[in-house]
């Protein structure tokens, strides 16, 4: 294992925090679009669809988006100040090429209202669209970049810790499967980074590829793609993107829970095996999205149902037991941090299950497309990754102490997890009221009841998003004192 | 699914299962944090935890393939190609719906549908969808406002829905794919006689 000096370690923190910090900014500005839309969707405002529209695409590339790229700069952070040298220049070159994609992205969702929704679903930016034809092109070239970007960082990422543990191989930790006992052993937020990375740089290059065809397009309109490869290209690109969020930030709970509940968590062959089939599982689970289009291959629909149903083994039978097993009778505090770990993983579990009955193809045809599908993936992301990155960022921000009293966080973690929740269960309950989602308003729906619950639901997931408001404030209010008394420490112990 | 279905909505079958999963997490949450501040040596303590850990990876296992077995038993797929007692021609377009009884091969741009169609009740029904312009979703909501069928309308490319009306009343059809600005305003009436 190589010496990372104190002086490197201080500049990658700098770098980390810098990333935390953009989050922290953009992070609430998203979660005021999602709150815009449901307070239209409750008929409480009059926002435009061209506006209502515009602000949906923005929430979800922009959620998708910070999640990833944060799950990515903590995983950048760890791996760079405990197992391998990253290039520093290169980390704050990336920031920047990114941070010009968001501003690409802002300038042609906001300015330029373009509005096809995350997916962009081929061939709607093409097709009757309210936004002006300039908007497509700054926002695929900014998505472009946002994705070069990220590929270059996975890439050097991947590179580098291969170089430190002799390939590939040795970071699937496929040395760990034979009966050689002098193995270089890895640790287990190295093998998650890789298996996380790795698809990522699939999904990356077949997005750059489906973005460059956009782009074609939008230049020349003669041109024209078969929809049902352009659906799955896009279906694989992001749903891809999203699942590696969630396992990226798995990734550093191996690392950081430990320090709480004074367990190893090491890599053995059970890890192994799991996170290895689960590389396997995410690569395919997309074709989930694709089953109320009956003219995909008939085999694709089942094998997207089999993968769906077979991702849950590894993921509860071996991290979530992993969890089990690190803080059971461990004589712990319950802080923040391992709180938020804990409280992370419910929520990863709860989506999770209302995901794996969604993949259920029976199922399916009653909840494709309604609220169901933002229920569940927003509760794996809100309370699963969000908390997760909490729980990093408490990490992050906390002096040496990491375990000491935060009655001003812990009391913002409680109402923002009651509010998340409650916000949720509105969702939830929408989609079993067959309310379809990405309606701008319900006023069209000609049947009462889907109309009035659909209304009604919006407004009490609006109130709940003041409560999760509320809960967010304490918590940053933690953080920002966090943050200062960390820069009263390093003064006085540079003086 | 067939069975259960005769009792419970499939949306309610969803959403019981969804608590029953979600009350079951939220006691394991409870009791972790309560046991948690138990001391035990961690060798014994996780011996226990990998025991149960074993049981339950053998059952997940049992009964996920139990379940894909089960689930498989109805899907929407096998339909596509079977012969129905009636068939309708269904384009979708930014922002309508065009139905029309029998099969259409023809230029899409020469349909002539309406968005109101008169089917019998108690018969099958096959509904070949497509798409004039963009990805469009054909959702068909019982008088009750429940989601009983859907299919994706998707250009170049015709989706065979089989439905089999068994009450007699007013359905109507929404679209559960974004679309455009009039997304949310795309309806279009079956009446079963």
């Not at chain 1, 999602?34 to 009059?46: A, D, F, S």
């Not at chain 1, 802002?106 to 034809?133: C, Q, V």
């Not at chain 1, 065809?213 to 049902?228: H, I, K, R, V």
């Amino acid at each position: 294992m190589i010496q990372i000096d104190s002086t490197e370690i201080k500049k990658q923190k700098k770098l980390a925090l810098t990333w935390a910090i953009t989050f922290l900014i953009l992070f609430p500005v998203l979660i005021t679009l999602g709150l815009l839309m449901r307070l239209r969707q409750g008929e409480i405002t009059e926002t435009g669809p061209s506006e209502f529209f515009s602000y949906m695409t923005l929430h979800g590339l922009g959620m998708a988006g910070i999640l990833f790229t944060f799950a990515f700069a903590a995983l950048w952070y760890l791996n760079s100040t405990r197992y391998v040298r990253l290039n520093l220049k290169f980390g704050w070159f990336l920031y920047f090429l990114i941070l010009i994609g968001v501003v690409g992205l802002l300038y042609g969702t906001l300015i330029g209202k373009f509005g096809p929704g995350w997916y962009m679903l081929y061939p709607l930016p093409f097709k009757g669209t309210f936004w002006p034809a300039w908007a497509t092109k700054v926002s695929v070239i900014s998505l472009i970049i946002l994705g070069v970007a990220w590929l270059l960082g996975i890439l050097h990422m991947i590179y580098a810790l291969a170089k430190q543990y002799g390939g590939l191989t040795n970071l699937l930790g496929w040395q760990y499967l034979g009966k050689k006992e002098n193995i270089t052993e890895i640790p287990s937020v190295v093998l998650i980074t890789t298996i996380s990375l790795i698809p990522g740089v699939f999904a990356l290059i077949i997005g750059a590829a489906m973005l460059i065809m956009y782009l074609l397009q939008s230049f020349e309109p003669s041109l024209a793609f078969d929809p049902l490869m352009m659906k799955n290209m896009v279906m694989f690109f992001g749903h891809t993107l999203v699942n590696i969020t969630m396992y990226c930030a798995v990734g550093w709970v191996y690392a950081l829970l430990p320090e709480f509940t004074h367990r190893e968590w090491k890599v053995n062959k059970a890890v192994v095996y799991s996170w290895n089939a689960s590389f396997f599982f995410i690569l395919f689970a997309y074709l989930h999205h694709l089953y109320m289009d009956f003219v995909q291959p008939t085999s694709l629909q089942y094998l997207g149902q089999v993968v769906s149903y077979s991702s849950a083994i590894p993921a509860t039978g071996i991290t979530m037991f992993g969890v089990i097993a690190q803080v059971y009778h461990a004589k712990m505090k319950w802080s923040i941090i391992p709180l938020m770990f804990l409280f992370g993983m419910a929520g990863w579990a709860i989506g999770g299950f209302a995901a794996v009955v969604d993949s259920t193809i029976a199922l399916n045809s009653s909840l494709h497309n309604t609220l169901w599908v933002p229920a569940h993936f927003h509760t794996y992301m809100l309370m699963g990754v969000v908390l997760f990155i909490f729980g990093f960022l408490f990490y992050l921000f906390s002096g040496k102490d990491k375990e000491e009293k935060d009655g001003l966080g812990k009391a913002g973690f409680w109402i923002f997890v009651l509010g998340s929740y409650g916000f949720l269960l509105m969702f939830y309950l929408g989609g079993l009221n067959s309310v379809p989602r990405r309606y701008s308003n319900y006023s069209g729906l000609e049947i009462d009841h889907v109309r009035e619950t659909g209304a009604h639901l919006a407004q009490c997931a609006a109130l709940f998003v003041g409560v999760l408001l509320v809960g967010l404030i304490l918590m940053y209010l933690s953080l920002f004192c966090k943050l200062i008394q960390q820069k009263v420490s390093t003064k006085e112990s540079n003086s | 699914m067939s069975n259960f279905t005769m009792l419970l909505s499939l949306q309610k079958i969803a959403g019981l299962l969804s608590l029953a999963g979600a009350l079951l997490i939220v006691a394991v949450v409870i009791f972790l944090l309560k046991s948690a501040t138990i001391s035990e040596d961690k060798t014994t303590a996780k011996e226990k935890v990998y025991k149960l850990r074993s049981r339950y990876i053998w059952s997940i296992i049992i009964v996920a393939v139990v379940l894909l077995a089960y689930s498989f038993r109805s899907l929407p797929y096998s339909l596509m190609k079977a012969k129905a007692d009636t068939e309708v021609s269904v384009v979708a377009y930014q922002w309508g719906w065009k139905m029309e009884k029998g099969i259409y091969n023809g230029k899409l741009d020469d349909f002539k549908g309406s968005n109101e169609i008169e089917l019998p009740v108690n018969k099958s029904i096959k509904f070949i969808v497509t798409s004039i312009d963009v990805n469009h979703n054909f959702a068909i909501y019982n008088s009750d406002g429940v989601l009983v069928a859907q299919t994706q309308a998707m250009p170049q490319h015709k989706n065979n829905l089989q439905y089999r009306f068994k009450e007699k009343g007013e359905y109507k059809i929404f679209c559960l794919e974004y679309c455009g600005t009039a997304h949310d305003f795309m309806v279009g009436t079956i009446h079963i006689n």
